[in-house]
């Protein structure tokens, strides 16, 4: 059977193609001039993306498992998504990023997938996602999808026919097989724990595979694909085809600084097992290596059927270590960095450009963000050069965590970092692989205990209340910034981690792959309370008594999404308001010939304080993250202010309707620790008006 078995008609896709060109001249936009958009320079740049919607949209990624369960089997599903589209519509989001609903045998939560071209039954149908999109779009919200091109499923029927050809054959040659009779081909471990190379034998028993080994970087579910293989990329060129033919309007790339391998396979400097220090308490502390940069080799990819003997070869790069000291900080991806031969080689590059022409092709803007673990800036900078993708995650922002002088030095070097290529920067705090940020941020600096590896019920447990004061403070803070955010959702609730996690209702792969030493990420996809009480909290949206594919804690009614509703300062209404604001001021934009970031305090006066301020057009984005009071008198100087301009939403108090000066007197005569405002100074000129997206 065709794994393209379910593509839209030749005819339906012309249907679709001309509706949205026809759409596109309604607003003045030729369909030839965005089909063939040609080039334009700004700021010194040549790029053929500048009018891109998504430059300073607002994307919320829907986990789907954890969203909202129409079928009433405790898991989430695309049936859920539509029925909360209304929520996602008055939250003021431009897009929706889905995390994998492809069929897959659910070992890593979807990423490993069996089919890319179909929806899994459990989350629903194709005429489901169709109507997804079209209530999407007719609400004016984007969609983007998932795409896992680094591994599949070991059950994808080119991995069944792999085992079942043999050494040498075709099939093999789409995977990354290798012969060594003495242990594994080289010394890689898996990002989830254990080594990165599983025995073919035990899984055909033919005795020609005994000493064969193929590669998974993740689950031993996972194989890793050979990118050298023309078969790989034309293959993924035909799915990207068929979910733009359905109306996606971009995709998220999973472990985009991956697929492509240093020549010879290299050993590395981490060793097959990456959490071996990591301590009974699970704490994380194999989390905590240094990022550096690595000798990044020219690489043509790996060639099949190498022997051991080619691929014994010095290891990659020295790296240092460090503990993280500042809470929410992590010095590391989670399970790993990018010090390694089997990440951010040049390869990678080729595949973006090629997969830049096939998007640009199509009407609409559609667009690909990289998920990619990569340092220093300049390099994190090149997966978004002209060509190439059009966004990547600024994952130094979210891994300064609660440290002023960190979270300034990650903003001024990717902000600098994109501008040079012309990219938009990214801003985003939490996701589905990383603890949640109100929890991150809910240990003192000193406490001695590290949550980058998940937390569990006999680990510390957070400070709720300061967890929270910091989640709001920093999120308005980053909404107020210019370049595209990203929200997860149930960050929006102010939804902390599930740190109490009964350890048998474990999923994530990463919890026993590690010798059960790294809890991993299940307590971030705890499934969503809609409702303060009743069963599931409102996940099963029917009020069906059934049990949600993760337990839920006792305390979740309290952050449901009705409730919060109803609370003028609820953290759902601190999000709405700043969206509203967001877009009335066009925060998201960078105007004409300035730089992405523009310090309020150039001579950082403020930031030794712990206090960040940007100028954003006519608005003033601050946050104190000091342990004190910042005096009226000092902040009025640092900014030029009178103190009768208006506080536009705080952090603290979502609507003040007063101005700067009666705000801070009623806050004890200044700007109070852990506390984010935005200030419209009438003597600053307003940004120039946006231009027309697509």
Not at 359 to 381: D, H, I, Q, S
Not at 614 to 643: C, H, K, R, W, Y
Request: hydrophobic residues 35%; contains cysteine; aromatic residues 10%.
């Amino acid at each position: 059977m065709s794994m393209f078995r379910n593509e839209p008609s030749q005819e339906a896709a012309q249907q679709e193609r001309k509706a949205a060109n026809s759409d596109l001249k309604t607003r003045g936009i030729s369909d030839t001039a965005t089909l063939n958009r040609g080039t334009q320079t700004h700021h010194g740049v040549t790029r053929d993306d500048w009018d891109g919607w998504w430059r300073e949209a607002v994307i919320y990624q829907v986990y789907p498992r954890s969203f909202a369960d129409a079928n009433e089997d405790g898991m989430g599903d695309l049936p859920g998504v539509i029925e909360k589209l209304d929520y996602l519509a008055a939250l003021g989001v431009d897009a929706i990023w889905l995390s994998p609903f492809y069929p897959s045998p659910q070992k890593d939560a979807g990423y490993d997938v069996s089919d890319y071209c179909d929806i899994n039954p459990t989350f629903g149908t194709l005429e489901d996602f169709d109507l997804l999109v079209a209530g999407a779009h007719a609400l004016g919200i984007k969609i983007m999808c998932d795409i896992v091109p680094n591994h599949t499923s070991d059950q994808h029927e080119w991995f069944q026919a792999a085992l079942a050809a043999g050494p040498g054959s075709a099939e093999r040659e789409r995977y990354i097989f290798r012969y060594q009779p003495e242990g594994t081909p080289n010394n890689w471990g898996s990002i989830f724990g254990g080594p990165a190379w599983e025995p073919v034998f035990p899984h055909t028993g033919n005795p020609v595979d005994e000493g064969w080994y193929y590669l998974h970087l993740f689950d031993v579910t996972q194989p890793d694909l050979n990118w050298d293989n023309p078969e790989v990329p034309a293959y993924f060129d035909r799915v990207l085809k068929f979910w733009c033919d359905r109306g996606v309007d971009g995709f998220r790339i999973d472990v985009a600084h991956g697929m492509v391998k240093a020549p010879g396979l290299p050993d590395d400097e981490i060793g097959p097992d990456r959490y071996a220090d990591a301590g009974e308490d699970g704490s994380g502390a194999a989390l905590s290596e240094q990022l550096s940069a690595n000798e990044h080799p020219e690489n043509s990819g790996p060639a099949s059927g190498v022997p051991d003997s080619e691929a014994a070869s010095p290891t990659a790069s020295d790296s240092e270590t460090a503990t993280p000291t500042a809470p929410g900080a992590l010095a590391t991806p989670p399970g790993g960095s990018n010090i390694a031969p089997y990440f951010d080689q040049p390869g990678v590059h080729q595949i973006f450009k090629r997969w830049h022409k096939l998007l640009a092709g199509y009407a609409g803007n559609k667009c690909a963000v990289a998920e990619a673990w990569v340092e220093p800036a300049e390099r994190f900078a090149a997966y978004t050069a002209p060509g190439e993708l059009h966004q990547a995650f600024n994952f130094a922002f979210l891994a300064a965590g609660w440290d002023a002088p960190a979270l300034r030095a990650a903003m001024t070097a990717s902000s600098q970092a994109n501008d040079r290529v012309g990219a938009p920067t990214t801003w985003v705090l939490s996701n589905h692989d990383v603890v949640r940020h109100a929890t991150r941020f809910a240990y003192q600096a000193d406490c001695g205990f590290d949550p980058a590896g998940g937390i569990g019920v006999d680990n510390p447990q957070p400070d709720t209340g300061l967890g929270l004061a910091r989640a709001r403070a920093l999120s308005l803070f980053m909404l107020g910034l210019p370049g595209a955010s990203y929200i997860y959702q149930g960050e929006e609730l102010g939804l902390p981690e599930h740190t109490t996690l009964p350890d048998e209702a474990r999923q994530d792969p990463t919890w026993y792959r590690s010798n059960y030493r790294a809890r991993g990420r299940d307590g971030a996809r705890v499934p969503l309370p809609w409702q303060p009480e009743g069963p599931s909290y409102g996940f099963t949206i029917t009020g069906a008594d059934c049990q949600p594919w993760l337990p839920q804690p006792e305390y979740w009614g309290e952050y449901a999404a009705s409730a919060q509703e109803k609370d003028q300062n609820s953290t759902l209404n601190l999000y709405r308001q700043a969206l509203k604001v967001r877009k009335t001021h066009h925060l998201g934009r960078v105007a004409a010939g300035q730089p992405g970031i523009q310090w309020v305090d150039q001579d950082q006066k403020l930031g030794e304080r712990w206090v960040l301020a940007v100028q954003n057009g006519d608005v003033q984005v601050l946050i104190n993250m000091g342990e004190n009071l910042l005096p009226t008198g000092d902040l009025f100087a640092a900014l030029d202010a009178s103190g009768a301009e208006e506080v536009l939403v705080a952090s603290d108090q979502v609507q003040p309707r007063e101005d700067l000066g009666k705000y801070l007197e009623s806050h004890g005569g200044g700007l109070p620790p852990t506390t984010a405002i935005w200030i419209k100074n009438p003597a600053k000129p307003n940004v120039e008006e946006p231009q027309t997206h697509e």
